[in-house]
């Protein structure tokens, strides 16, 4: 469905790529999970392909076809929501639903069932000013799927949510994959990206690390880990090793011998663990 | 452009606008304005002027007055002083020992209708042949709005389109520190259809305060149609400011920096154009505002004729087609991310 290659930006001010160069495909109907610590250019690579922040560097295709310039047809065709909930505070909830419907060139979804679906539908007469963040968040996510997308960008939509609230939000995400939506998801937070995403990529430092299922990475890194907790100059330090790995093994024996060790867990691998293996960064 | 965006991107604002204090307080101001000018400036109506004659000089002086002012009839003397007691500016004219008339004033009348009255008298007491010659100057003497009431209104007119333009400010700076921007990024909305959209309330303010300005301050004889092509080109001068104020400012608080320093170098011009001297008034040619004022004074003296008024537009979208040609780079520039 869409296809990336050799994406790269740079920030005016800086020196750094916030994204370096990276490529992927995204196929219709699957849900794509881009994963990553804070800062890494998750959100970065989501604001080029919504048209937000130019291309700089790089080639992005749709559907074969290269697109140069994003036009009626894409944004009438994609959904967005963003990591702010950006709303217009002085309007209801219902109210902001309703100005962005008017902006779409097809028919649109009712703003009073959408407010209905992420559980707003009480506070839809009220201003979204004084919605809670949680709200706010809810309504953005709302919006996003105002047209129908057939591709949808979500930014930590889930995240900051409190547990039902984020049951409620995923199980709306796989009803629409159901419906076949095509749906790029931004989190770092890796058990949403375990219970939605059919692939992961793992992006650090503007670079991807590895693309795969999450079935496959557990697979790959699952059963020979083993998370130790110990104590290094009055701090818990965690280190997560492969029982498989000569230098892993190595560092085990190290640890035994000159380390106070809390605790011991050979463990079945989370997306967390193997994050923290490939990249050797902690999540935010 | 879709003109279903379009009239959303209004209502929007609109709404947004209604819903916000310091809005509704811009979008009120030039009434609050236009009433005070009403209210403590005399216009037509306060030198218009009353006599009281008595009964018996009707047919001579009296039938003269009429012609002129208002008049009423007295039975004696006495009556017309009551009248007199009253705070209005109102002249008594009563039969003298010699036969003649004396001429009765309270001693607080507004000194300009005094010298109208005395004037008058003055006419009526020419012999007939010069008094021919003269009819016309009195005549308009009582016509002349006060300088005071020009100034007045044109204020109400240039507050209402540079607060025009601020509300779109405002509405912009909004949509960027609340990242609204993006969220319409996304959509299939051009910013050629946010920006007709977003100028529709820098039009509607000052096109419903000019007329209300009018009614308020009762001028008479103003060319209705004039008054809607002015207001309209005039418009464009806040409309302009308040964009390039949206889209230079990143947050509230730089937005009213730029706010002030904007409303000073559109405001000066048009005090001056009251003060300056007609030779130097060539210093003032580079703003807007001035063509604008100018156009206005014409207006609601009634001395507005088209060609000239054509001339007076085109100074204003001159001079607004160059401020945007310097600022167009700067907007570029600080657009850029
Ligand atoms: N507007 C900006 N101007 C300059 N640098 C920016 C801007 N936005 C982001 N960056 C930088 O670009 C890099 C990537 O940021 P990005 O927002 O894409 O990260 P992220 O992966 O979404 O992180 P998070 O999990 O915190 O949302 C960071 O180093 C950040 O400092
Ligand atoms: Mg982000």
Redesign the pocket.
Known sequence: MIEVKNLFFK????H?Y??DGISFDINEGEIFGFL??????????QKILTGILPVQDGEIYLRKERIEKFNNDYFNAIGVSF?QPNIYGKLTGKENLDFFASMYDYPVQSSSNLLKMVDLDNAANKKAGEYSKGMQQRLVFARSLINRPKILFL??SVSGLDPSNAVLIKEIIKELRKQNTTIFL?T?NMTVADELCDRVAF?NS?KIVLIDSPRNLKLRYGRKLVKIEYENDGCLNKEILSLVDDKDKQRIVEITKTKLIETIHSQEATLEDIFIKVTGREL? | MSIKRIISIFRNDFVNSIRDKMIVYLMIAPVLLALVVRFFIPGYENISIKFGVEESLKPSIGAFLENYADVEYFENRSEIYNRIEQYDDFFGISTSSDGNFDFILQGNENERNIEIADGLLNYYSTPSVVRDSLDIEIKSSGKTLPILATIGFIFVILVSYLFGGLTIAFNMIEEKESETLKALDVTPLKLSELVVGRSILGYFMPIVHAYLGVLIMGFEGINMFMLLIITLVSSLIGIVFGFAIGFISSNQFNGITNMKIGLLILMIPTILTFFLPKGAQIFLYWAPTYWSAMALKDLVNVQQRWGNMFIQISGIILTLTIFILILTPRFKRTLK?
Not at chain 1, 11 to 14: F, G, I, L, R, V
Not at chain 1, 36 to 45: C, I, L, Y
């Open positions: 920030y005016n001010k800086s750094e916030a994204v990553g610590p804070n800062g890494a250019g998750k959100s970065t690579t990591e930014d930590e931004t770092h992006i503007g935010g | 991310l």
